[in-house]
């Protein structure tokens, strides 16, 4: 086995849930599904700023009521992103996104908690500012659809730091889904790939 980082899991913090929703976090957690020794990377962008939301919907992103009033109730330290921005363009934004996606020869498979969210939303927002994502189609993955498989055989790790904070939520699945696999090579569990060898 490679002790290198293979896996890019994303979470977003958006006022919509339709892909073409105003995103004002995005968290990445580079690390490696099948080993845990290895150590994770991470990226934090705060895209909160009335400036920076303000120029998503000049693009065309949505806001939806429903969320804005899920957001109201939510913890004073998750509610803080509205206010914080550590880039000074939504584009600075997806730049360093592709920047951190393409370090090295790794094509990444890129988890997003839901199959049409996390992922999907990134992609649209690429789109929007005349970019392109920087993953191919196939390396999507989607962390629900095997956590609802799988979740059962072991509990979620403890979670550490703050609910609804990109990062931490997106640090938080990347565990649980090591966890799971760790479950799962007890049994062996080969891939198509590695069967073939």
């Known amino acids: 086995m490679k ?16 892909p073409s929703a105003v995103v004002i976090a995005i968290g990445v957690v580079l690390f490696n599904r099948r080993d845990r020794k290895v150590p994770m990377k991470e990226l934090n962008l705060k ?17 939806n009521k429903d969320t804005v009033a899920w957001w109201k ?17 939504t584009s600075q934004a997806l730049h ?3 920047e ?22 990134v992609s649209s927002l690429y789109e929007a500012f ?18 609802g498989e799988h979740g059962h055989i072991t509990r979620p790790p403890k979670f550490d730091g703050v609910k609804h904070d990109a990062v931490d939520d997106a640090r938080q699945q990347a565990l649980y889904l090591q966890a ?3 479950e799962l090579q007890k049994y062996n569990i080969l891939s198509y790939k590695e069967r073939q060898k």
């Open 180 to 182: 799971i696999y760790a």
């Open 130 to 147: 005349g970019m392109e994502a920087p993953w191919k189609f196939w390396n999507n993955r989607c962390f629900r659809t095997f956590k």
């Open 3 to 18: 002790h290198v980082l293979t896996d890019a899991m994303v979470d977003i913090e958006t006022l919509d849930t339709r």
């Open 47 to 63: 895209l909160g700023k009335k400036a920076l939301r303000d120029e998503q919907i000049a693009m065309g992103r949505t806001v």
């Open 100 to 121: 951190f996606l393409t370090q090295g020869d790794t094509n990444f498979l890129i988890w997003g908690n839901g199959s049409d969210f996390d992922n999907t939303i």
């Open 96 to 98: 360093k996104l592709t």
């Open 73 to 89: 109730g939510q913890e004073p330290d998750a509610k803080r992103i509205f206010k914080q921005a550590n880039v000074e363009s």
